[in-house]
């Protein structure tokens, strides 16, 4: 069975705070890929990145950064020195197949001025 | 530009109709999807296809049909099944490289 688990409903903190946000999945196939995206007031998911399991080497693109840890299975995004653009819903994803995606229930990030 | 279109925006069902939401991409992509957004939940997924003609139930099938008569486009028809229909729906898109979805902006339906 997949799972994605974002036990984080909503996450409130001011600008230039940095802010991370946790996602936990469980699958039993080996190879698999993981996603974040970004979910902003207009509605449409933004991909932000994607991971395969057999890749663990962490990532950083500006001010985000990933965590993948098979051993904890998780894949945490880190937001350093947030900005009121950054206020969004965020969806981590898991899939093994392309077929089906399976979807955490996101993140409501509020950055505060 | 290329990109997935949604249409209407807006959508209000009156009891016992069936409504049909568009999603048109021009991406060439070969893989459509039609996902559900609950309040305070996750993507769920209603339907999907691989191939023009061809289509297969997702996760919360019951209340909705699909069609993939061309390859870019994947309607959806919410029937009067459907009890709950009142959703964010989100239409997406992914190449045959598997790379990743696109999405578009979504269609909020609302029951009157």
Redesign the interface.
């Known amino acids: 069975a997949q799972k994605v688990t974002q036990a984080q409903t909503e996450i409130s903190v001011v600008e230039k705070e940095d802010v991370t946000l946790d996602c936990v999945y469980e699958t039993r196939d080996t190879t698999y890929y993981l996603f974040w995206y970004k979910q902003p007031p207009s509605g449409e998911l933004v991909f932000l990145i994607r991971r395969n399991s057999f890749d663990e080497q962490n990532e950083i693109s500006g001010r985000y950064s990933w965590n993948f840890q098979k051993s904890t299975s998780s894949f945490n995004f880190t937001i350093t020195a947030s900005q009121v653009v950054d206020s969004a819903v965020y969806f981590c994803a898991l899939t093994y197949n392309f077929n089906k995606f399976y979807f955490g229930s996101g993140t409501k990030l509020n950055v505060k001025p | 530009d290329g990109g997935i279109t949604q249409s209407p925006k807006y959508l209000f069902r009156k009891e016992g109709q069936n409504v049909t939401l568009s999603c048109e991409q021009n991406l060439n992509h070969d893989?459509m999807?039609w996902?559900r957004q609950d309040p305070?939940?996750?993507?769920?997924?209603i339907y999907?296809s691989?191939i023009v003609n061809d289509f297969?139930k997702?996760?919360i099938a019951e209340g909705y049909s699909v069609s993939r008569e061309k390859k870019e486009s994947f309607p959806l028809t919410v029937t009067s099944a459907q009890k709950n229909p009142t959703a964010?729906y989100?239409c997406?898109s992914?190449s045959g490289r598997?790379?990743?979805?696109?999405?578009?902006?979504?269609t909020?339906l609302s029951v009157l």
């Open positions: 893989a999807y996902y305070g939940q996750g993507l769920r997924l999907y691989q297969q997702g996760d964010f989100l997406a992914m598997n790379e990743k979805l696109f999405f578009g902006s979504g909020q």
